[in-house]
């Protein structure tokens, strides 16, 4: 009798853990299911076109600058693009820093928020 409690307990136990084990998988996948999804979505969300053309922008700008009057240039180009990007219902702007040395590149929208700077010489930016 002592011998079939012991082999009952034993089958038990055996399929808790192999249920353990199933819950533990399960909770993975789902898991990795989820992410999987939010990745795919942040991906197609994500306006690099936006971004490349506030690029192109920036290199438009710095090519085209007066060397003498680049203050106000500035400022006039970093409230075109505002206005630009806002009616599109997302920020960007470009601020360019003192002889169009340096540009900085913000760009907000909903899920993202991206800023570089970028460094031109002869009037070429990278």
């Given at each position: 009798m002592a011998?079939?409690?012991?082999?009952?307990?034993?089958?038990?136990?055996?399929?808790?853990l192999i249920?353990?084990?199933?819950?533990?998988?399960?909770?993975?996948?789902?898991?990795?299911?989820?992410?999987?999804?939010?990745?795919?979505?942040?991906?197609?969300?994500?306006?690099?076109?936006?971004?490349?053309?506030?690029?192109?922008?920036?290199?438009?700008?710095?090519?085209?600058?007066?060397?003498?009057?680049?203050?106000?240039?500035?400022?006039?180009?970093?409230?075109?693009?505002?206005?630009?990007?806002?009616?599109?219902?997302?920020?960007?702007?470009?601020?360019?820093?003192?002889?169009?040395?340096?540009?900085?590149?913000?760009?907000?929208?909903?899920?993202?928020e991206y800023?570089?700077?970028?460094?031109?010489?002869?009037?070429?930016?990278?």
């Amino acid at each position: 009798m002592a011998s079939v409690k012991e082999r009952g307990q034993v089958l038990i136990l055996f399929t808790l853990l192999i249920s353990t084990i199933i819950i533990s998988i399960s909770v993975l996948h789902a898991q990795n299911i989820l992410a999987g999804m939010e990745t795919s979505r942040t991906m197609m969300m994500f306006p690099k076109e936006e971004i490349r053309n506030l690029k192109d922008l920036a290199g438009i700008a710095v090519k085209k600058m007066p060397p003498a009057k680049w203050g106000e240039y500035s400022s006039d180009i970093y409230d075109q693009v505002r206005v630009l990007y806002s009616q599109k219902g997302v920020y960007g702007d470009l601020i360019i820093s003192e002889s169009g040395s340096k540009v900085i590149l913000n760009f907000i929208s909903g899920d993202v928020e991206y800023s570089e700077t970028m460094n031109c010489a002869g009037g070429e930016c990278k």
